[in-house]
């Protein structure tokens, strides 16, 4: 018997990283899943990999795409009880505030912060259908913590990601829908590995205060999204849930 038995999943930026990750966990565990990606190739390798997935091509920060999303899920399936917002984006052109233009700023907030909130609008109404169910918002560690090399758009994001999921577990705990920020610290994906990818030195000095020492695994952080998404955690809302290896708990790390 598995822990998701019987529950419906949304899962965008599932092509690759996390999302990828958390698509193949879910279906194991006896999900249905919406496998979806802006990129529809990555989606389909995916899904292939899955018990029991389906592709979908998604635009996020798109409003007919993001419909188009839900409702073939809901046809498909019969309806939705998790939504978990994946996608992501963090681009090497966000940067300093001092050095970062309008232009990277609003493709980064549409993403990551539109994405975010037209998921919850579209996708949110699917799980009331069904009595209830739960919304899994991917924010970051960066949202509760500084950075002296900025990447401000990306960091403002994931603050406004947070902020958006604790009013939505306020809202909507009545209607036994829990809404929680899953906050991973750095995780080894082509996405962060493709920023250090250039620089090495850049990857150790940044090691060097992380008390575990190293990047986590996808799956480290989707082992707590799967909680997240089970009946286990029916009494969990509004949560910051924080799977870091002690990061954003550091003052001095470790010589």
Wanted: charged share 20%; net charge negative; glycine share 10%.
């Amino acid at each position: 018997m598995g822990r998701l038995d019987g529950k419906v999943c949304v899962i965008t930026g599932a092509g690759s990283g996390m999302g990828r990750e958390a698509a193949i966990l879910f279906s194991a565990e006896g999900a249905s899943v919406c496998a979806a990606d802006v990129r529809a190739e990555t989606a389909e390798e995916t899904a292939r990999e899955c018990r029991d997935a389906f592709a979908h091509q998604v635009d996020v920060a798109d409003e007919n795409s993001v419909k188009s999303m839900m409702q073939a899920t809901a046809e498909r399936y019969g309806g939705i009880d998790v939504l978990y917002n994946n996608a992501g984006i963090s681009p090497g052109d966000d940067g300093s505030v001092l050095e970062t233009t309008a232009e990277a700023w609003d493709r980064v907030q549409a993403v990551n912060t539109k994405g975010v909130f037209l998921c919850c609008k579209h996708g949110i109404p699917h799980l009331l259908e069904r009595g209830g169910g739960s919304v899994i918002n991917v924010a970051s560690f960066v949202a509760l913590v500084g950075a002296a090399t900025s990447q401000i758009s990306y960091t403002a994001s994931k603050g406004a990601v947070l902020s958006m999921t604790r009013e939505l577990a306020v809202q909507f705990a009545r209607e036994n829908v829990r809404v929680n920020a899953l906050c991973p610290g750095p995780v080894e994906t082509p996405l962060l590995l493709s920023i250090y990818g250039d620089d090495p030195d850049a990857l150790e000095r940044r090691r060097a205060h992380w008390p575990t020492g190293r990047l986590a695994k996808p799956r480290e952080i989707v082992n707590g999204a799967l909680f997240l998404a089970s009946d286990e955690s029916s009494y969990v809302t509004g949560a910051t849930f924080l799977v870091d290896g002690g990061l954003t708990a550091a003052y001095v790390t470790p010589a």
